[in-house]
């Protein structure tokens, strides 16, 4: 089973995409992007950093999937890991995606858990990040999440949010 999280710019998604990943019956999609790498990340293990030119080649080739362009980044998922995904029944994933790419892969049976964060803790989030620049309002159609999830709250109570929810999920299929 996929699992898809997606919401603005820092409402928390990477981070709550890390601690489903800890689980043993669970692992993180990474997703290719031409985005530079942020300080302390890492190639191949927080995202596949590609040149535009490399981006466009896999999209082409069709070896990326749900892609998208953000900010001026494009993003994409390797069609291999999703197969792989396909292939092992007794593993599970979490990835982070836009509203567009969550749309497809929702329709290839992913189940969709949306972030909504009040605007205040956001732009907080987002200067302790030291990241500037503008941000244009991120548009989610909530009528199409499997879970909604206020993540203006505390770390650990959205944590257990999502926890149950998987679980719910995972034991009804």
Not at 40 to 50: K, Q, T
Not at 63 to 82: Q, R, V, W
Request: aromatic share 6%; charged share 30%.
């Amino acid at each position: 089973m996929l699992f898809v999280i997606q919401g603005p710019s820092g409402s928390g998604k990477t981070t709550q995409a890390e601690f489903l990943a800890e689980r043993p019956d669970f692992f993180r999609l990474i997703t290719a992007t031409t985005r530079p790498p942020r300080p302390g990340e890492i190639d191949g293990a927080d995202y596949y950093f590609l040149s535009a030119e490399a981006f466009s080649k896999k999209k082409c080739a069709g070896a990326l999937l749900a892609t998208t362009e953000i900010h001026g980044a494009c993003y994409g998922i390797p069609k291999t890991d999703l197969d792989a995904l396909v292939q092992d029944k007794n593993r599970h994933a979490v990835v982070v995606l836009d509203d567009t790419g969550a749309k497809e892969v929702q329709a290839m049976g992913a189940k969709r858990i949306c972030f909504v964060i009040e605007e205040k803790a956001r732009t907080q989030r987002l200067l302790a990040r030291k990241e500037n620049g503008r941000f244009l309002p991120e548009r989610i159609d909530n009528r199409r999440c499997d879970l909604i999830v206020d993540a203006s709250g505390r770390e650990d109570a959205i944590r257990q949010t999502i926890e149950t929810y998987v679980e719910g999920v995972l034991t009804r299929i």
